[in-house]
């Protein structure tokens, strides 16, 4: 990880280190192998030179088989060898197969959108273009990959940290706009997917999990330390509902990013987890009744004494709640206002003091990142976020009444991005249509 983490410097990898087993670092450890071997790290420090290094690009790779298929699983077998696949079948990125995916943007295949972290492979179009081929995906999915790409990029993210911890966090891009109709992103019934009906979400959320592994090295074990992974291949890609929104209701680009209704955007955050929360009563409660105790289920889930929420406690989020057409009608119908709902879960999600100190969360309120956080150590009920405004609500799921949807935040911000497409999009979306047919 650490020299995962210096070729993003464009310092040599084969920087000197001196290493130490993990139990010198837990609790009430020996220190006396770090005494004992101090002179290692001086002369590391002192002696050694570090040479500055550069990502550029590689060669064509040519691969021959007897037959296609051959070929094929000759390719995939070098995906594995070369650690630059999944585990999944990929689509090797012919030059044919990724120049098509390029009529997919307006921006020149070598623009440059950044250094992805933590390794700090170069990002240009070209690389998205690449991904996304490997993925399966298309070209009319290529504006939404560049957007969410940029938006991983943002340094408010501390995307470097995300890739490393051992948190395991994963990207959740919420997509608004006419786009996410034309392209068959799902925003309705099973819309984290998978879904053969809706395929863009998978290929989009798995091609940017190919540059967070190929280019800023997100490999278990040496680039991420996550002990369990982050249990997304596809990492999270879907639309909002917008036709589903309640009257009076903006959508989820207009609130957290100021974004014009009817634009096309993307939105990524980082969750750290997912649940799923059985919103609807099992009794004849008035609907009132109902509203309130679904809610209550809703702020239960929120109250745990998770300091992942202490990244995102500023300007950040705790996370986002998914409701369903069904659910946000019906608390609209009953007056609940996206504000009202969420000052409802944030203030009935706070933690107890003593549960805080029971927990040991005063040690890590302590170490936050944010003042504000840090400032809420003595609160007797302790808030997860500074503000409700920071918790996101997003109408998706489909027309049922019964669930809500839980995805915890590990995020210092919530980045938003316009989506660019180009002026050939329409006839990329008539050409998909003919593919996607079956005829």
Known sequence: MVKNAV?????????????????TFLPDADLAPLKAR????????????????????????????????????????????????????LWPATRERVDWMLRGTPLPRTHVLGKFPPRGGIVTVEACAIALAMAGGRPEYLPILIAATDAFLDPSLRSELAQATSGAPFPVVVVNGPIARQIKLNSGFGCLGPDPQFPAGASIGRALRQMQQNLGGALPGTGTMAPWGNNRYNNIVFAED???????????????????????????????????????????????????????????????????????????????????????????????????????????????????????????????????ARDSIDREMWPITSRPENLILVVAGGGHPTHSFWLQGNSPAVVGRMVRVPETFDALIEEAGRDLAGG
Do not use: C
């Open 242 to 372: 917008e036709a589903g929104l309640p009257e009076g209701w903006p959508t989820h680009a207009q609130e957290r990013h100021g974004f014009t209704q009817g634009s096309n955007s993307v939105s990524l955050f980082f969750s750290t987890g997912a649940t799923n929360i059985v919103r609807r009563g099992a009794q004849k409660e008035t609907k009132q009744e109902d509203a309130e105790q679904g809610l209550h289920r809703m702020a239960g889930f929120l109250a745990v004494p998770s300091y992942h929420y202490l990244h995102g406690y500023e300007e950040g989020t705790p996370g986002a709640m998914l409701l369903t057409r069904v659910v946000a009608g019906a608390l609209a119908d009953l007056g609940w206002t996206k504000p009202k709902i969420r000052e409802f879960l944030v203030n009935h999600s706070r933690i107890p003091q003593e549960q805080i100190k029971r927990t040991g969360g005063r040690a890590w309120i302590e170490i936050a990142h944010d003042q504000s």
């Open 38 to 89: 101090r002179q290692e790290l001086y002369d590391g420090l002192t002696r050694a030179e570090a040479k500055s290094i550069k990502v550029g690009g590689s060669a064509m790779l040519s691969v021959e088989g007897a037959t296609y298929e051959d070929a094929l699983a000759k390719a995939n077998n070098l995906f594995i060898a070369k650690l630059w696949g999944d585990g999944m079948p």
């Open 7 to 23: 070729s993003g410097l464009n310092v040599d990898p084969n920087v000197p280190m001196v290493t130490f087993p993990i139990e």
